[in-house]
C-alpha cells in the first residue's frame, strides 16, 4: 500500500505485487496400460457408430476428448505420486517423534513442521491440478467473433514509480489524471499519450486523483496526511492517426515478460508544473488514501490510515463531519453520483454506508459481506453497490436491500479499485496477478484483456476507470509497473444478452 512520505523507493517496497505461481508440468509419463492401448482404439470404436455430425466436426470432437482423457490421465498420476509422496512423510515424521518422545521440549515444532511441509504437497496437488484443467479449458475457446474485442489506444509513460490510481475529467477538454508514488500526479492527452500537467504539492506518494464535477479543479490524497485540491488549464496538442492494435479480449498469450526497462519513458519533461494547491486539507493522522467530491462539488471527504473518513467544506476548507466507527484502516471511498451518499472501504472486511440526504440526520450501516480486506466499494448510476476484497470476490448489492449480495463475483487473485462503467453497467476488475477482467452486473464473465509481451501490465494492476464520451467505450487501466494503458472495449450484443 502507499506510504506516508519519504523516497519513491520505499513507496514502491510498500506494496509490491503478489509473485505468480508457476504451474508444475505434468512430467509423469503414462503408465503401461496405456501405452500398451493401441492407437486409435477410441477412434476406431467411435467412427463404427452412425452420426449425423459432419466429419470434420465429428473428427475434431474426437481429438478434443482424447486430449481431455490424457491430461486428466496424467493428472491422476501426478495425483498418486503425491499421495505416497505424502505417507512417506508422514512415516517419517511420525518416526522422529517416537525418538524424540519425552525428551525433547520441542515437540511442537515438529508438528509445525509436518503441518508446513503437508501443506506444502498440497499446495502442489492443488496448483497442478489447476495448470491441467486450464489447458482442458482454454481447448474450448469461443470464434474470435463471439468475443469481445478490445484495442489498445495508448500507453501513458512517465512516472517513476508506481501508479496508484487514475480518473477522466468530467469536463472539457477531457483529460487523463494518474496519482502516483514517486510524489506526483500526472495530466495526459488521452489521444497523444503526451503529458500535459504535473502537479508537485505533495510531500508523499500521491494516492488518489477525482476530478470536480463541473470545474477544472483536481483533488488529490497523499501519503503525507493531507488532501489538496488545485486547479488546473491545459492545452491539448494535435492527435496523430491511430495504429491498429486490435487483440481479442481473451486473448492467453503470455509471452516471455518485457524488461522493466523497456518502457521507461524520460518523465513529462518540460512541461507545466503547479507546485501549490488551492486549498490543504489538514485533519488527518495518518496516510490519506482516497478523497472524492460530493454531488454538486461543495464538499469532499477523505478516508485515511488513521480509521476515519473526513467531510469538508471545499470553500472553506473546514472539516463538517468525521466518520468513525471503522475497525482499521480505510482502503477507500466513494461518493454517489447524483446524492448525497459515501460508501468507506475498510482492512477490517467491511464497508460503511453513510447517508447525509437529511441535514439533521447521518446514518450509517456496516456491512459485512467479505472475509478480507474490502479493498474498493463503488456505486453505480443506479441502486447498486459494487464491492471488490482481497478475499477474491466481488459482490453486487441493492442499496433498497443490502442484506445480502444479489450476485458473487469469485475469482482467482485480489481484487483492487474496480470501477464499473456508466452506459453499460460493465465491472471492470484489476487484479494483483496483473489481469483485468470484464463482468456484467449479473456476474457473467464478458472477457478479460489481453497480456502478452506485446501489451498489457507487466506487474500489480492497481486500478480501473471508464470513459464513455461521444458513444465510445474506453477503459482505462494503471498498475506498478509505473504505466497507464487506454483500451477500447466493444463487447458484442450476444454476450451483453448472455
Not at 55 to 74: A, K, V, W, Y
Not at 120 to 131: E, I, R
Not at 243 to 248: E, Q, V
Not at 250 to 266: N, P, V
Request: with cysteine; charged share 25%; aromatic share 6%.
Amino acid at each position: 500500500m502507499p506510504v506516508e512520505s519519504g523516497s519513491s523507493s520505499s513507496a514502491s517496497a510498500a506494496r509490491h505485487p503478489k509473485q505468480k505461481r508457476k504451474a508444475h508440468s505434468l512430467s509423469i509419463r503414462r503408465t503401461n496400460s496405456t501405452e500398451e492401448r493401441p492407437p486409435g482404439t477410441h477412434r476406431d470404436m467411435l467412427e463404427g457408430q452412425d452420426s449425423k455430425l459432419p466429419l470434420s466436426l465429428r473428427n475434431n470432437l474426437l481429438d478434443l476428448f482424447g486430449q481431455i482423457e490424457r491430461e486428466f490421465e496424467n493428472l491422476y498420476i501426478e495425483n498418486l505420486e503425491l499421495r505416497r509422496e505424502i505417507d512417506s512423510l508422514n512415516e517419517r515424521l511420525t518416526g522422529d517423534g517416537q525418538i524424540m518422545e519425552g525428551g525433547d521440549p520441542n515437540k511442537g515444532a515438529l508438528k509445525a513442521k509436518a503441518s508446513h511441509s503437508t501443506s506444502q504437497l498440497s499446495q502442489k496437488l492443488k496448483t497442478t491440478y489447476k495448470a491441467s484443467t486450464s489447458k482442458i479449458v482454454s481447448s474450448f475457446k469461443a470464434t474470435t467473433g463471439s468475443r469481445a474485442i478490445c484495442q489498445l489506444l495508448k500507453e501513458y509513460v512517465g512516472h517513476r514509480d508506481g501508479i496508484w490510481d487514475l480518473g477522466i475529467t468530467r469536463t472539457q477538454p477531457v483529460v487523463l489524471g494518474t496519482a502516483s508514488a514517486d510524489h506526483s500526479a500526472l495530466l495526459w492527452s488521452i489521444e497523444t499519450g503526451k503529458c500535459v500537467l504535473r502537479y508537485a504539492g505533495h510531500a508523499g506518494s500521491v494516492n488518489s486523483i477525482k476530478f470536480h464535477p463541473t470545474e477544472q479543479m483536481a483533488l488529490t490524497a497523499s501519503g503525507d496526511q493531507t488532501a489538496h485540491i488545485w486547479r488546473y488549464m491545459v492545452q491539448l496538442p494535435a492527435p496523430p492517426p491511430q495504429p491498429d492494435a486490435t487483440a481479442s479480449c481473451d486473448d492467453d498469450q503470455d509471452l516471455s515478460d518485457r524488461e522493466e526497462g523497456d518502457l521507461d519513458g524520460e518523465g513529462p519533461g518540460e512541461v507545466p508544473t503547479i507546485r501549490v494547491a488551492t486549498a490543504t486539507l489538514k485533519s488527518h493522522q495518518g496516510v490519506v488514501i482516497a478523497a472524492d467530491w460530493l454531488v454538486g462539488g461543495r464538499q469532499v471527504v477523505t478516508a485515511s490510515w488513521d480509521r476515519a473518513a473526513n467531510l469538508y467544506e471545499v470553500e472553506t476548507s473546514e472539516l463538517v463531519h468525521t466518520l468513525t466507527g471503522h475497525d482499521q484502516e480505510l482502503t477507500h471511498c466513494c461518493t454517489h453520483p447524483s446524492q448525497r451518499l459515501v460508501v468507506t472501504s475498510s482492512r477490517d472486511t467491511t464497508f460503511r454506508l453513510w447517508d447525509f440526504r437529511d441535514p439533521s440526520i447521518h446514518s450509517v450501516n456496516v456491512f459485512q459481506g467479505h472475509t478480507d480486506t474490502v479493498t474498493s466499494a463503488v456505486f453505480t448510476v443506479g441502486d447498486n453497490v459494487v464491492s471488490g476484497s482481497d478475499d477474491r470476490t466481488v459482490k453486487v448489492w441493492d442499496l433498497k436491500n443490502m442484506r445480502s449480495p444479489i450476485a458473487t463475483i469469485r475469482t482467482d487473485s485480489a481484487v483492487n479499485r474496480l470501477s464499473v462503467s456508466t452506459n453499460q453497467r460493465i465491472i471492470a476488475l484489476p487484479h494483483d496477478n496483473r489481469q483485468v477482467r470484464l463482468f456484467d452486473m449479473n456476474g457473467v464473465r464478458l472477457a478479460r484483456l489481453p497480456r502478452s509481451n506485446r501489451m498489457g501490465h507487466r506487474r500489480m494492476v492497481c486500478c480501473s476507470a471508464w470513459n464513455e464520451e461521444n458513444q465510445s467505450c474506453n477503459l482505462f487501466t494503471c498498475g506498478f509497473d509505473r504505466q497507464a494503458i487506454g483500451w477500447n472495449i466493444n463487447i458484442p450484443a450476444l454476450l451483453q444478452e448472455k
